[in-house]
Nanobody, 121 residues
């Protein structure tokens, strides 16, 4: 199992940046990691994912080019750097993890509690 706790959310203006962090338990290095988000009244959607080795990443079309997912297994930490944020990026952002196989459509089974990101225009 792995425990996940997100932080770093907040209120920013359009065009600004945020870095979200995901603090994990010490089994983190055995799990692939992803970020998802859920806006009010909408379904949870994939944002980005990274292989447990850090060697492979996937991004959603909406965040590709504006975000970078990374991890530091020595610190049991995952990150999502988001740039040029827009009001439509407003959502609760969740860190997720899964063991086993890894591809763009992987289903994640460990979740954090989420961190709110609000972007004002």
């Amino acid at each position: 199992q792995v425990q996940l706790v997100e932080s770093g959310g907040g209120l920013v203006q359009a065009g600004e940046s945020l870095r979200l962090s995901c603090a994990a338990s010490d089994t983190f290095k055995y799990y692939h990691m992803a970020w998802f988000r859920q806006a009010p009244g909408q379904e949870r959607e994939f944002v980005a994912s990274i292989h447990l080795s850090g060697g492979s990443t996937y991004y959603s079309d909406s965040m590709k080019g504006r975000s970078t997912i990374s991890r530091d297994n020595s610190k049991n930490m995952g990150y999502l750097q988001m740039n040029n944020l827009q009001p439509e990026d407003t959502a609760v952002y969740y860190c997720a993890a899964v063991g086993g196989s890894y591809d763009r459509g992987t289903t994640y089974n460990y979740w954090g509690q989420g961190t709110q990101v609000t972007v004002s225009s």
